[in-house]
């Protein structure tokens, strides 16, 4: 959400930044709601201010009327705040003056790469023959258990997933964030603070059933399943004035995550890349209204991002994401694609994004600083690493002509083995 006086003295690069992000919103639609709005608001404090000094002087009749035109402006003020307000959850981020501008990810531009490709001498498997050869996953049953991109999981296969999850937890731990275990069951509001919606409702899953209270009557307010636990970790500030001096705040957390993947039906429906259900972990960070620091910070987490890779010795190239494909609510966002031979490409498996005062401003998220002043905080977040989707690099790049994995040296000490074994 930008602020309306932003938008009122800048209409023209927010029209710009509406169409390279490629939204569908009227702006001047809803300049006309504000401006409505606005005299709307203007007539009813003075209907106010008149009701007041009627009722002092005591006449009856003129205070029906005046009660009478106040009840038809308040609820047409009414009407009009709410249009308002839809509209302006619609309103996107300005993305950085050096973002590439393009409507999709055909537009991302590649900025640093790491590694060399391997080279292989024999036929290279996917990590779907990989996995079933190797005992490790199983595609068929999780369809039959879980439906259309259900898995399971098994053995060494499970080991290894947990084993690079709490690798990754515990190298951003040491960097300084703290460790959160947050809600994944979260209120709409909670969603609409983090920009999650109403831009991506139909990949969040709704609780059908979200219980009753100890009256028997059933709870009213819909809950949501979240799909990172950065709607979570961010609500837990929201409606807050945090003082300039204990930031930046930074935290994290490892959640089970769930997306329905109906925006993206028909893209990588084979195998462990793109499934409902998954675990994350990710890093959120809560800063003053400083884009300069806010764009340091962005560096600093993208390089623990890195760095992870790096240690796991798995080929990457970092993007930066175009306009069209960052989300509305990115000032700058960076992709991080690793190597994936059985695609014979790069697959995403890391995201890094600044939304300098974006979401703060739908969570009411609040600053006040040194010299008393308050403002809208700044937030960044980052993933730090995603299971099972990284499974795919590392079962792929570090498959042998046996059939067997080596495991990465230094996810030696979280497994307790160092490869994974070809049967027979």
């Known amino acids: 959400m930008l602020d309306i006086n932003y938008i009122r003295d800048n209409r023209e690069k927010v029209k710009k930044a509406v169409e390279e992000k490629g939204m569908e919103l009227d702006l001047d639609e809803l300049l006309l709601i504000d401006e ?28 029906k009327k005046i009660k009478q035109e106040l009840d038809g402006l308040e609820q047409e003020l009414k009407r009009e705040q709410e249009r308002f307000d839809h509209l302006m959850l619609f309103v996107p981020n300005i993305p950085a003056p050096d973002a590439p501008v393009g409507k999709d990810a055909k537009a991302n531009k590649e900025i640093s790469k790491w590694g060399e490709i391997p080279k292989f001498d024999f036929k290279v498997k996917d990590h ?56 994944t069951l979260v209120h709409e509001k909670v969603l609409i603070g983090s920009g999650h919606f109403p831009f991506g409702k139909e990949n969040v899953y709704q609780i059908a059933n979200p219980g009753r209270l100890e009256t028997g009557d059933e709870i009213k307010n819909p809950l949501f399943l979240t799909g990172t636990s950065e709607p979570s970790l961010l609500a837990y500030y929201m409606d807050k004035t945090l003082s300039e001096e204990n930031l930046p705040i930074k935290v994290c957390a490892w959640t089970q995550c769930y997306r329905s993947e ?17 675990f994350k972990v990710e890093q959120v960070v809560i800063l003053k209204n400083d884009l300069e620091e806010s764009e340091e910070l962005f560096q600093e987490m993208q390089k623990i991002s890195e760095e992870i890779l790096q240690e796991l010795k798995i080929p ?43 979401q703060a401003r739908r969570l009411n998220l609040k600053v006040k600083t040194k010299d008393g002043k308050t403002n809208f905080a700044y937030t960044l977040n980052n993933t730090v690493i995603a299971s099972p989707r990284i499974l795919i690099a590392i079962l792929e790049n570090f498959q042998q002509q046996d059939g067997s994995i080596k495991i990465p040296e230094v996810l030696i000490p979280y497994t307790g083995f160092s490869e994974i074994k070809a049967l027979g």
């Open 36 to 63: 409505k709005r606005r005299e709307l608001i203007a007539k009813v404090d003075d209907l106010r201010r008149q009701r007041n000094e009627i009722a002092q002087k005591r006449d009856i009749e003129t205070g």
């Open 128 to 183: 779907i023959e990989l996995g079933k050869a190797l005992d490790i996953v199983d595609l068929e049953q999780g369809t039959k258990v879980s439906g259309f991109r259900g898995y399971y999981l098994k053995k060494q296969g499970a080991i290894l997933h947990f084993a690079i999850l709490r690798f990754a937890l515990d190298k951003i731990v040491k960097a300084g964030f703290s460790l959160m275990v947050p809600p």
């Open 262 to 278: 109906v925006g993206d039906y028909g893209k990588d429906t084979r195998g462990l890349y793109r499934i409902h259900e998954f």
């Open 316 to 358: 990457y190239h970092v993007v930066a994401t175009s306009t069209g494909d960052m989300g509305a609510g990115k000032y700058r966002m960076n992709d991080i694609e690793s190597w994936m031979p059985g695609r014979d490409n790069y697959g995403e498996t890391h995201s890094n994004s600044n939304l300098t005062d974006w």
